[in-house]
């Protein structure tokens, strides 16, 4: 079955650097889309970004641009999500989501399988 | 930016149907999709370019999406539709997922 499984979360002061995992398991990784997604404590979804099957295409919300990075290691099976500067506004737990779409490199669609998330809290 | 206007709340007693609105400019050129977050779990799609379900969600739930609104219907609700229930669309123009705010399903 599907399985996407985030690692690298924990607690970490304003400003620092973090780098968050996504190991998955099967279905055939280096074909789909892979996003990341956080939730602050009681809030809704915001979606961080997404990487094209291919590492090709990259996106990201407003919120992160110029401070996360995501990227893939398509032998490896895993995402990633480096974050840099971090602020207390990034407190959240953050999900790995697998676009539903085969080998899309411009447009994404529904996230159809999600891990079950690694909490990240900044705070000094 | 492109933005998703849902309610935060809706109500309903059980076994009447419950409709949830997803509000934007010209939403109906776009494929939305709907997702479901009980308490303590991860989301789960319960509808998938506008109107189709995945396997294993009930037929009591359905959507359409047409102008400026989308919709989430949920009929005959029971105590386990209670969640939080997230519209979702890819915003071609920014290049941006976009999620609307939620909205909290309760049963009365």
């Known amino acids: 079955q599907v399985q996407l499984v985030e690692s690298g979360g924990g607690v970490v002061q304003p400003g620092r650097s973090l780098r968050l995992s996504c190991v998955t398991s099967?279905?055939?990784?280096?074909?789909?889309?892979i996003h990341w997604v956080r939730q602050a404590p009681g809030k809704g979804l915001e979606w961080v970004a997404v990487?094209?099957?291919?590492?090709?295409?990259?996106y990201y919300a407003d919120s992160v641009k110029g401070r996360f990075t995501i990227s893939r290691d398509n032998s490896k099976n895993t995402l990633y999500l480096q974050m840099t500067s971090l602020r207390a506004e990034d407190t959240a737990v953050y999900y790995c989501?697998?676009?539903?779409?085969?080998?899309?490199?411009?447009?994404?669609?529904?996230?159809?399988?999600w891990g079950q998330g690694t909490l990240i809290t900044v705070s000094s | 930016s492109y933005v998703l206007t849902q309610p935060p709340s809706v109500s309903v007693a059980p076994g009447k149907t419950a409709t949830i609105t997803c509000g934007a400019n010209?939403?109906?050129?776009?494929?939305v999709h709907w997702y479901q977050q009980k308490p303590g779990q991860t989301p789960v799609v319960v509808i998938f370019?506008?109107?189709d379900r995945p396997s294993g969600i009930p037929e009591r739930f359905s959507g359409s999406n047409s102008g400026n609104t989308a919709t989430l219907t949920i009929t005959r609700v029971d105590a386990g539709d209670e969640a939080d229930y997230y519209c979702?669309?890819?915003?071609?123009?920014?290049?941006?997922?976009?999620f609307g705010g939620g909205t909290k399903l309760t049963v009365l």
């Open positions: 979702q669309v890819w915003d071609n123009i920014s290049d941006h997922v976009i």
């Open positions: 990487i094209s099957y291919d590492g090709g295409n990259k």
């Open positions: 099967g279905f055939t990784f280096s074909s789909y889309g």
């Open positions: 989501a697998k676009d539903s779409h085969y080998h899309e490199r411009k447009t994404f669609y529904d996230l159809d399988y």
């Open positions: 010209n939403i109906g050129t776009k494929s």
């Open positions: 370019y506008d109107s």
